[in-house]
């Protein structure tokens, strides 16, 4: 064993160890069944741990070795999902009270099997935001998932569980979605690295769906290699899902050493000026610092693609819940009822123009695309705020926190670009603050090399100091 | 060519609320009232956002699903 913890060892260090037999699959099981009943309680990240199954599985590995055989890139790696992924024989609660009563899956969504089949081993479900429409990791339900930083401070959200989780080194990999933010805003406020792949790329066959025209899957890791072995494993086209575009594959694992050496990068500017954020400002320095940054490029029609976004979001998800709405409606959280009762009534007009700005934008950034081949931008605003907090501050105006923790990121996915957020720790708090490494469309590969030239000069998920002496386990 | 689409700068969110909740069938409970009304001020701002880019107005291509990029 290294110096690092056993909990935050890597997912590939892990799977070599297990191939190497210097321990089985059932004993890294084992650890971390022990280690989530004695770290979940304080930061509430899983709601289903699914521990029979996960023993099952890990015999299963540890068979397969002994014969000799190769159970895959990810063997004995435990992973864990937000809980809008179906599991099998689990109910589906996407976060709310209402899904409490549906029936459980009859199978698994597409990407539990697709990491299953890469020979990782599924531990439970994480908590999440209601419907995934939430930016801060509260939970009137199931109660707030908090951030193993700082037990007072949020954890980001939607994908709550899943950063809390991965950070706290109980979840060597998790999976998220991503329709405004919610992969980005927790790997930022967590201090972990996330993928939020291109639209289209990963299936979201078997997921509870948000905003069909903006939802996205993806990984969450503690280091660059999980995350590219992890998504490599999961592409590949799926008819189930009508988004999911028949791609190529890449090989991302195999460019992550590439360096970043003939790529053209810039820090992105006009709306994603940072002079009103510090902490986020902080950040970017830092990774343009480390990568010799100093261009700056504007993203024209920034503001207006957010806004397009936020109606998209608004009213598909209003559209989706009406239903719920009119015969459940006291069963929501208020907060996000009152988003979707809102959304409910908005005219049809101000949805169809909201999807020509979003291809008006899209068209005005993918011509950037000729100038450059990635962009810098912050990931958050600010590190983790307290629970309970209500306002941020923008140009010196106060504004409802809860929708503007993705005020970075909600530009981004409007248009489906891949992005891959990396730590950086703010040095007046202490917490981490991430950074969006942004490519074209299709390019996971780009983002994960820069992200990992970035790693490698030293921006690395740090164990989390909100978790005390739990850490030493 | 036709102008650029424009929203009313007088927008009742209240009144909106009132006539149009009835009409989705939803009931807007006092708790709720406040905040969705603040909420439908918002989304008017932003709609107000989208309405001030200048399109093509004797278009309308919506495609049936996002493609996110038109190169390989």
């Given at each position: 064993m290294s110096e690092t913890p056993p909990s935050f060892r890597s997912a590939h260090q892990i799977?070599?160890?297990?191939?190497?037999?210097?321990?089985?699959?059932?004993?890294?099981i084992e650890y971390f069944i022990a280690r989530i009943a004695e770290i979940n309680p304080a930061i509430n990240a899983y709601t289903e741990i699914t521990a029979q199954r996960a023993r099952?599985?890990?015999?299963?590995?540890?068979?397969?070795?002994?014969?000799?055989?190769?159970?895959?890139?990810?063997a004995g790696v435990p992973f864990a999902v937000k809980n809008l992924f179906d599991i099998e024989s689990v109910v589906t609660l996407a976060g709310s009270k209402i899904n409490a009563d549906n029936a459980p899956a009859n199978k698994d969504a597409v990407l539990i099997q697709r990491m299953e089949n890469a020979g990782a081993i599924l531990l439970g479900g994480l908590n999440m935001g209601e419907y995934a429409y939430d930016f801060t990791g509260e939970n009137v339900h199931h109660g707030n998932c908090l951030n193993p930083w700082d037990l007072s401070r949020m954890s980001g959200g939607s994908s709550s569980g899943s950063g809390s989780a991965t950070a706290a080194g109980i979840a060597p990999i998790s999976l998220g979605s991503d329709t405004n933010g919610s992969i980005r805003v927790p790997a930022s406020l967590c201090g972990i690295f996330g993928l939020k792949p291109t639209y289209g790329r990963l299936p979201r066959s078997g997921s509870y769906p948000f905003c069909d025209s903006l939802d996205h899957l993806g990984p969450l890791a503690r280091n660059t290699t999980d995350l590219a072995l992890s998504f490599d494993a999961m592409q590949g086209h799926d008819a189930d899902d009508h988004a999911c575009a028949d791609k190529p594959r890449l090989n991302t694992y195999a460019e992550l050493s590439k360096g970043i050496d003939?790529?053209?990068?810039?820090?992105?500017?006009?709306?994603?000026?940072?002079?009103?954020?510090?902490?986020?400002?902080?950040?970017?320095?830092?990774?343009?610092?480390?990568?010799?940054?100093?261009?700056?490029?504007?993203?024209?029609g920034a503001a207006e693609g957010r806004a397009a976004a936020f109606l998209i979001t608004n009213m598909e998800s209003s559209a989706l819940h009406l239903s719920r709405l009119q015969t459940r409606a006291q069963d929501y959280d208020p907060d996000t009822r009152d988003r979707f009762l809102a959304g409910a009534l908005l005219p049809a007009a101000w949805y169809i123009r909201a999807q020509q700005v979003r291809h008006w934008y899209q068209q005005q950034v993918l011509a950037l695309f000729d100038q450059v081949d990635v962009l810098i931008a912050p990931a958050t605003p600010c590190s983790a705020p307290r629970t309970g907090e209500k306002i941020l501050h923008i140009a010196g105006q106060p504004q409802p926190l809860r929708p503007n923790l993705g005020y970075f990121t909600q530009p981004i996915s409007a248009i489906g670009l891949p992005v891959c957020v990396v730590p950086t720790q703010d040095n007046s708090t202490g917490m981490p603050v991430g950074v969006q490494i942004i490519a074209a469309p299709w390019r996971e590969d780009i983002c994960l090399r820069v992200a990992a030239h970035l790693e490698k000069l030293g921006l690395q998920a740090a164990i989390p100091t909100g978790i005390g002496g739990n850490t030493a386990r | 060519m036709p102008p650029n689409s424009k929203l009313s700068d007088a927008f009742d969110a209240r009144a909106y609320l009132d006539f149009t909740a009835p009409l989705a069938g939803l009931e807007i409970n006092q708790d709720s009232h406040p905040e969705v009304v603040k909420l439908l001020n918002t989304t008017y701002a932003m709609a107000k956002m989208v309405y001030s880019v200048p399109l093509d107005e004797n278009t309308i291509e919506l495609a049936a699903v996002f493609t996110p990029c038109a190169k390989p």
């Open positions: 799977a070599s160890d297990i191939r190497r037999q210097e321990y089985t699959a059932t004993d890294v099952e599985k890990a015999q299963q590995i540890d068979q397969c070795i002994a014969r000799g055989e190769d159970p895959g890139p990810l003939g790529l053209r990068i810039a820090r992105a500017g006009g709306y994603f000026a940072t002079s009103d954020f510090p902490q986020a400002e902080a950040a970017v320095d830092q990774v343009c610092a480390i990568l010799g940054v100093d261009r700056v490029l504007d993203i024209p | -």
